[in-house]
């Protein structure tokens, strides 16, 4: 953690305050939600598909802009058919997602106009990744699964000696003093380099990624994300 200065004590209900709010912006009830029961059904089915469908989309993208099959000499991912040998979103859409339908993931990817279709049927990607805040149940799914991402890391450390190489890494960067005007050159600043970052993370990763699970159904895989936000406390 690069810190200046030691920032303002927080109390914890200023905690639990930021996630009531939290909650309420994603449209989740914390007391039903608190119980598991009471959070199964088709909603909760509904929301697993479509967490797994982002999930599937990302990795497509993912594959789209770095297989081999899929990108020109300069490196730019090409137009490709829906089935055509080893150049189609058929074949692009088994490698990224064997469990999910192409025709499904195709839907999917128009509707979040991360690609289109020309008039002679090849299919062209316009993003890298999947910006999950367009989407009213991505987002809420994404919030979701960010905070508890974030959750499971500092519980981590917490159990883990400070000089321990098992912690997770997890450092921040905290100015209490910061010029507010240059916020938006901070953004800038971090969509450059935090985005580059974040993909070469992605390859590095990718190159490194198990086949799929055994007919048993084990793997010796794990989740893994690797995060870059930005946060501002107005005072």
């Not at 469908?53 to 300069?74: E, G, K, R, V, Y």
């Not at 979040?112 to 991505?138: A, E, P, Y």
């Not at 699964?145 to 960067?173: E, I, K, Y």
Request: glycine letters at 6%; one cysteine or more.
């Amino acid at each position: 953690m690069q810190i200046d200065t030691v920032p303002e004590d927080i109390a914890a209900w200023h905690v639990f305050t930021e996630l009531n709010a939290l909650f309420e912006e994603v449209g989740v009830n914390p007391i039903h939600a608190a119980t598991r029961e009471r959070c199964r059904g088709r909603s909760v089915k509904d929301a697993g598909e479509a967490y797994a469908n982002a999930l599937a989309i990302s990795d497509l993208l993912t594959l789209w802009h770095q297989h081999p099959n899929f990108i020109d000499p300069m490196g730019r991912p090409i137009p490709i058919r829906l089935r055509s040998g080893k150049k189609s979103f058929r074949l692009l859409a088994v490698l990224a997602a064997p469990t999910v339908s192409p025709a499904r993931l195709l839907l999917e990817l128009k509707r979040l106009h991360l690609v289109s279709i020309d008039g002679k049927g090849l299919i062209h990607v316009h993003k890298r990744s999947l910006n999950v805040f367009i989407d009213k149940q991505l987002r809420a799914l994404h919030t979701l699964s960010s905070l508890r991402g974030f959750m499971r890391t500092l519980r981590h450390n917490l159990r883990s000696p400070p000089s321990n190489s098992d912690q997770m890494f997890h450092r921040v960067a905290w100015n209490g003093n910061f010029n507010a005007s240059q916020i938006p050159r901070l953004k800038i600043w971090l969509r450059r380099y935090g985005q580059g970052l974040l993909e070469s993370a992605d390859s590095w990763m990718l190159r490194r990624s198990q086949p799929n699970a055994s007919p048993r159904g084990r793997s010796d895989s794990a989740e893994v994300s690797i995060g870059v936000y930005l946060s501002v406390l107005n005072k």
